[in-house]
């Protein structure tokens, strides 16, 4: 399958600070990437869809301006997220969909954590 | 009303035994369907996926859909407690729109040595 990349794997970081996640795939070109957060024992949340060279599309109730998204290549896409909060809090995952294709294969996601 | 609805579990079998895995949704314009297993802590992996009616065999793995009935299922052969997972039943199509996926809340599998 597809292989998908996410660095960093693991971040601690102070609330109010900006942290940004970049997600790649290395052996196909992504022309979508999605992100995704998820809860302890909950299933994955789709935050938003990143085509590449477009605007994000936000699902209802991700706030645009706190999660920055943007997909400035066909194997990089990147998640900002701003003013971190505790509640901020979770694992991020991205994954990619190359053209043609409707299978998404993940990265092996991001674990924030704001204090 | 959920869109895709799993069984939460967890589903327990003993080792070297069959795990049936069950997944229903309700709209019928979805066109492609997957498998993800799990492991805790760690992502989603693609284990199968199906776009047509019928039955579709990967190894230990048979994914099985039923679109008048709306279900798809998993079938694994030989169960080994590595397969002891959570299992996402995912599907994308005219419900979610074009290539989103819609997740079920997933099932979690113990394989029992």
Same mark, same amino acid.
């Given at each position: 399958?597809?292989?998908?990349?996410?660095?960093?794997?693991?971040? *601690?970081?102070?609330? #109010?600070? %900006?942290?940004? *996640?970049?997600?790649?795939?290395?052996?196909?070109?992504?022309?979508?990437?999605?992100?995704?957060?998820?809860?302890?024992?909950? %299933?994955?949340?789709?935050?938003?869809?990143?085509?590449?060279?477009?605007?994000?599309?936000?699902?209802?109730?991700?706030?645009?301006?706190?999660?920055?998204?943007?997909?400035?290549?066909?194997?990089?896409?990147?998640?900002?997220?701003? !003013?971190?909060?505790?509640?901020? !809090?979770?694992?991020?995952?991205? %994954?990619?969909?190359?053209?043609?294709?409707?299978?998404?294969?993940?990265?092996? #996601?991001?674990?924030?954590?704001?204090? | /009303?959920?869109?895709?609805? $799993?069984?939460?579990?967890?589903?327990?079998? =003993?080792?070297?035994?069959?795990?049936?895995?069950?997944? +229903?949704?309700?709209?019928?314009?979805? /066109?492609?369907?997957?498998?993800?297993? $799990? @492991?805790?802590?760690?992502?989603?992996?693609?284990?199968?996926?199906?776009?047509?009616?019928?039955?579709?065999?990967?190894?230990?793995? +048979?994914? /099985?859909?039923?679109?008048? &009935? $709306?279900?798809?299922?998993?079938?694994?052969?030989?169960? /080994? =407690?590595?397969?002891?997972? +959570? @299992?996402?039943?995912?599907?994308?199509?005219?419900? &979610?729109?074009? @290539?989103?996926?819609?997740?079920?809340?997933?099932?979690?599998?113990?394989?029992?040595?």
């Amino acid at each position: 399958g597809a292989v998908v990349s996410q660095h960093p794997s693991r971040v *601690i970081c102070k609330s #109010g600070t %900006s942290v940004k *996640i970049e997600c790649r795939s290395l052996d196909f070109q992504a022309t979508t990437m999605f992100w995704y957060r998820q809860f302890p024992k909950k %299933s994955l949340m789709l935050m938003a869809t990143s085509n590449e060279g477009s605007k994000a599309t936000y699902e209802q109730g991700v706030e645009k301006d706190k999660f920055l998204i943007n997909h400035a290549s066909l194997t990089l896409s990147t998640l900002t997220v701003t !003013s971190a909060h505790p509640e901020d !809090s979770s694992f991020y995952i991205c %994954s990619g969909l190359a053209g043609g294709s409707y299978e998404q294969y993940f990265g092996p #996601g991001t674990r924030l954590t704001v204090t | /009303q959920k869109e895709v609805e $799993q069984n939460s579990g967890p589903l327990s079998v =003993p080792e070297g035994a069959i795990a049936s895995l069950n997944c +229903t949704y309700s709209d019928r314009g979805s /066109q492609s369907f997957f498998w993800y297993r $799990q @492991y805790s802590g760690k992502s989603p992996e693609l284990i199968m996926f199906i776009y047509s009616n019928g039955d579709k065999e990967d190894g230990r793995f +048979t994914a /099985q859909l039923n679109k008048a &009935s $709306q279900y798809v299922s998993l079938l694994i052969r030989d169960s /080994q =407690p590595s397969d002891s997972a +959570t @299992y996402l039943c995912a599907l994308s199509g005219e419900a &979610s729109g074009t @290539y989103k996926y819609i997740f079920g809340t997933g099932t979690r599998l113990k394989v029992l040595a």
